[in-house]
């Protein structure tokens, strides 16, 4: 692992307060390595929170020095800090945008008889707490939601508004909004696993909850959001699903890592964390738990339970043989893969059908049978949504 790496790591821990300064002053190209990194991994606006931290007490009022020159001194280029900060802001106003959509879009649906929660995104966003408003720098995507009621309910209603045929196994696209993409969920999620799915679907059943309501910052309203004990197995899910399809990014795990900040009562031996860690095991997940743990501790120095700091800790023993690997395909493939150099080759979707099917193998030690299940599923679902005309 590089030095920038590294460096990398600790500008994410100054960001969401587990560590106070870098270990050294990057050089002015490190600097560019690290915005990039930044980009890469969707992290623009946590780091730039990190970066602001460093900044804020470099300049001398005694001396009148400038803030520019204060970066000069850290060895950041003035041009680099403000295209920085620039991105940070876009993605500042960009959440305001979002999270204010997500009441609309909620409020609407649940006026037409839906009981539902916006899952991970802004949801996820709340979590995040600093000294800055750290949740406002998250790179925010889509906008997620639940609704209960079952498929045909839901393709229904969506049918008789905003009518689409882009549906597939887990959600339908929802074209409400202009410039910002509403996936419905008729299901949280899934495996491919049927018995593994069923387990799955399941413990969703016994942990929802619609009435879970958060605060969105500036006055944005109130939003439903799931309960802690569900997206710790809804996410966990979720990273590892992108782990052996698109790839998984350093965002996916900061969104874990802040869950898992919500639950500093957790005794492994009681509820509800014997349940989570039930479900985990029952799912077959319990290596690539294990390897999360790892990274999260690595990366954004998570604790253990057995340690001091009893408000951050992990629900699994890390493994730091698996958790490398994890750590090494993240540092790849960045935010949903998006930076994966093998993915640029895939010319039709015979090939990503074989690119996703070797992961699965590549990854065989989280999961030994999904390279089973993974093209049955792949096949079946191509052919349901061929004969009811989806796309």
């Not at 991994?41 to 470099?58: E, I, P, R």
């Not at 909004?177 to 949280?188: F, M, S």
């Not at 492994?268 to 743990?293: C, I, N, W, Y």
Request: hydrophobic share 40%; with cysteine.
């Amino acid at each position: 692992m590089s030095d920038v790496n590294n460096i990398f790591y600790q500008l994410i821990r100054v960001a969401i307060g587990t560590q106070d300064t870098l270990s050294r002053l990057p050089s002015e190209a490190e600097w560019e390595e690290l915005f990039e990194m930044a980009v890469k991994q969707s992290l623009v606006g946590v780091c730039f929170t990190g970066l602001h931290t460093l900044g804020a007490d470099l300049g001398d009022p005694s001396t009148g020095s400038r803030l520019e020159n204060a970066f000069a001194r850290i060895g950041m280029s003035e041009e680099l800090y403000f295209n920085w900060m620039g991105m940070a802001l876009q993605i500042q106003m960009r959440n305001e945008q979002v999270n204010r959509q997500c009441v609309e879009v909620q409020q609407m649906i649940e006026n037409a008889g839906f009981r539902t929660f916006i899952m991970k995104g802004q949801g996820n966003a709340v979590l995040y707490n600093s000294s800055e408003d750290l949740s406002l720098f998250r790179q925010s995507g889509d906008i997620d939601i639940y609704l209960d009621g079952g498929f045909k309910k839901v393709n229904d209603f969506v049918q008789k508004t905003y009518p689409t045929n882009q549906i597939n196994e887990l959600e339908i696209h929802y074209h409400c909004l202009e410039n910002t993409e509403v996936e419905i969920h008729y299901r949280p999620f899934f495996m491919r696993n049927p018995i593994k799915n069923a387990r799955l679907q399941r413990f969703f059943k016994e942990t929802m909850r619609f009435d879970n309501k958060v605060a969105l910052p500036n006055d944005a309203g109130l939003i439903n959001v799931p309960t802690t004990e569900f997206n710790l197995v809804h996410q966990m899910v979720h990273i590892f699903h992108h782990l052996i399809t698109e790839g998984v990014g350093m965002r996916q795990l900061m969104d874990y890592y802040f869950v898992l900040r919500t639950v500093p009562s957790f005794d492994s031996t009681q509820e509800p964390s014997s349940k989570v860690q039930g479900v985990v095991h029952d799912l077959g997940l319990d290596r690539f738990a294990s390897a999360l743990m790892w990274v999260l501790g690595y990366v954004f120095t998570l604790t253990s339970s057995a340690q001091v700091q009893k408000e951050e800790y992990m629900l699994w023993k890390p493994c730091e043989e698996d958790g490398r690997l994890l750590l090494e395909e993240i540092e790849r493939s960045g935010n949903f893969g998006h930076h994966d150099e093998t993915k640029a080759n895939l010319s039709n979707k015979w090939s990503s059908f074989w690119y996703v099917n070797s992961k699965t193998f590549r990854f065989w030690r989280f999961d030994h049978w999904t390279w089973l299940w993974s093209p049955i599923w792949r096949v079946y679902h191509f052919a349901w949504r061929k004969l009811k005309g989806f796309v």
